[in-house]
């Protein structure tokens, strides 16, 4: 699976981005997909993820009620839609993908995108 991240973008506190996360392959249907972000300086942070089967999703604690995360199997996408942006959000985002079972550990992803900068400004 080749994972290719866009979206990412400027914008000033509490606005909001979309950001997409297009797979190639056929299979797309039956991997869970996660959304991680870093900082400069800071670890790689898991904020959300979706099962492959029933769509349930998983937020981090911080993002809850602002990020909201939705897949289009039929469009091999993973939509992150962000809303009421802190700068606190900056950093680039990273769409992953496993095949196993959902984990917010970035060490259970085998496939990677490239990853699109957020930067929000107060």
């Known amino acids: 699976v080749q994972l290719q991240a866009s979206g990412g973008g400027l914008v000033q506190a509490e606005g909001s981005l979309r950001l997409s996360c297009v797979a190639s392959g056929r299979t797309f249907g039956s991997y869970n997909m996660a959304w991680f972000r870093q900082a400069p300086g800071r670890e790689r942070e898991f904020t959300s993820a979706?099962?492959?089967?029933?769509?349930?999703?998983y937020y981090v604690e911080s993002v809850k009620g602002r990020f909201t995360l939705s897949r289009d199997n039929a469009k091999n996408t993973v939509y992150l839609q962000m809303n009421s942006l802190q700068p606190e959000d900056t950093a680039v985002y990273y769409c992953?993908?496993?095949?196993?079972?959902?984990?917010?550990?970035?060490?259970?992803?085998?496939?990677w995108g490239q990853g699109t900068q957020v930067t929000v400004s107060s």
């Open positions: 979706i099962t492959w089967n029933t769509g349930r999703t």
């Open positions: 992953a993908a496993n095949a196993v079972a959902i984990s917010r550990s970035p060490d259970s992803f085998d496939y």
